[in-house]
Protein backbone atom coordinates (compact mmCIF):
# COMPACT_ATOMS: atom_id res chain seq x y z
CA UNK A 1 0.00 0.00 0.00
CA UNK A 2 2.47 2.76 1.25
CA UNK A 3 5.03 1.48 -1.97
CA UNK A 4 2.03 2.12 -4.24
CA UNK A 5 1.54 5.51 -2.82
CA UNK A 6 5.13 6.65 -2.93
CA UNK A 7 5.70 5.17 -6.67
CA UNK A 8 2.18 7.16 -7.76
CA UNK A 9 3.57 10.22 -6.15
CA UNK A 10 6.77 9.95 -7.64
CA UNK A 11 5.58 9.16 -11.38
CA UNK A 12 3.64 12.80 -11.28
CA UNK A 13 6.99 14.60 -11.06
CA UNK A 14 9.47 12.15 -13.04
CA UNK A 15 9.09 10.91 -16.57
CA UNK A 16 9.13 7.27 -16.88
CA UNK A 17 12.71 5.74 -18.82
CA UNK A 18 11.05 4.80 -21.67
CA UNK A 19 9.80 8.51 -21.74
CA UNK A 20 13.51 9.85 -21.61
CA UNK A 21 14.14 9.65 -25.60
CA UNK A 22 10.87 11.23 -27.26
CA UNK A 23 12.72 14.70 -27.41
CA UNK A 24 15.37 13.03 -29.19
CA UNK A 25 12.95 11.47 -31.55
CA UNK A 26 11.22 14.45 -32.20
CA UNK A 27 14.46 16.29 -33.41
CA UNK A 28 15.11 13.35 -35.77
CA UNK A 29 12.07 12.38 -37.15
CA UNK A 30 9.20 15.14 -36.73
CA UNK A 31 9.18 17.87 -39.62
CA UNK A 32 9.56 21.27 -39.47
CA UNK A 33 11.84 20.78 -36.40
CA UNK A 34 14.99 23.35 -36.94
CA UNK A 35 18.76 22.33 -35.64
CA UNK A 36 19.27 24.20 -33.00
CA UNK A 37 15.73 23.10 -31.17
CA UNK A 38 15.39 21.53 -28.39
CA UNK A 39 13.10 19.51 -27.05
CA UNK A 40 11.97 17.94 -23.93
CA UNK A 41 9.19 17.51 -21.41
CA UNK A 42 7.71 20.74 -19.87
CA UNK A 43 9.85 22.44 -17.83
CA UNK A 44 7.66 22.79 -15.08
CA UNK A 45 6.24 19.50 -14.95
CA UNK A 46 9.14 17.70 -16.26
CA UNK A 47 6.95 15.17 -17.45
CA UNK A 48 4.84 15.01 -20.61
CA UNK A 49 5.30 15.34 -24.76
CA UNK A 50 8.24 16.66 -25.77
CA UNK A 51 8.09 20.70 -26.30
CA UNK A 52 10.02 23.36 -27.41
CA UNK A 53 12.31 24.65 -24.48
CA UNK A 54 13.81 27.66 -24.30
CA UNK A 55 17.67 28.53 -25.23
CA UNK A 56 19.84 27.61 -22.90
CA UNK A 57 23.65 29.00 -23.62
CA UNK A 58 26.41 30.85 -22.14
CA UNK A 59 28.63 32.34 -24.35
CA UNK A 60 31.34 32.87 -22.39
CA UNK A 61 31.23 29.21 -21.53
CA UNK A 62 31.00 28.40 -24.36
CA UNK A 63 34.09 30.02 -26.13
CA UNK A 64 35.94 28.64 -22.97
CA UNK A 65 35.08 25.24 -23.80
CA UNK A 66 35.79 26.11 -27.12
CA UNK A 67 39.36 27.48 -26.42
CA UNK A 68 40.16 24.39 -23.70
CA UNK A 69 38.93 21.59 -26.41
CA UNK A 70 41.22 23.36 -29.04
CA UNK A 71 44.10 22.98 -27.27
CA UNK A 72 43.43 19.67 -25.90
CA UNK A 73 43.38 18.32 -29.24
CA UNK A 74 45.01 20.22 -31.29
CA UNK A 75 42.32 20.53 -33.37
CA UNK A 76 40.75 23.77 -34.74
CA UNK A 77 37.62 24.59 -36.27
CA UNK A 78 36.69 22.05 -39.83
CA UNK A 79 38.90 19.48 -38.74
CA UNK A 80 42.26 21.09 -39.36
CA UNK A 81 44.69 19.54 -37.32
CA UNK A 82 47.60 21.71 -35.17
CA UNK A 83 50.59 19.81 -35.20
CA UNK A 84 52.79 22.25 -34.48
CA UNK A 85 51.05 22.97 -31.52
Known sequence: MVDTYVLNSIN?????TDDG?????????????????FYGPDPKLRVGKPV?????????????????????TGVDAFGKQDIWH
Open 12 to 16: KFYQH
Open 21 to 37: ALGIIKCCCEAGVKSGE
Open 52 to 72: LLAEERNKKSQDALWEISKDV
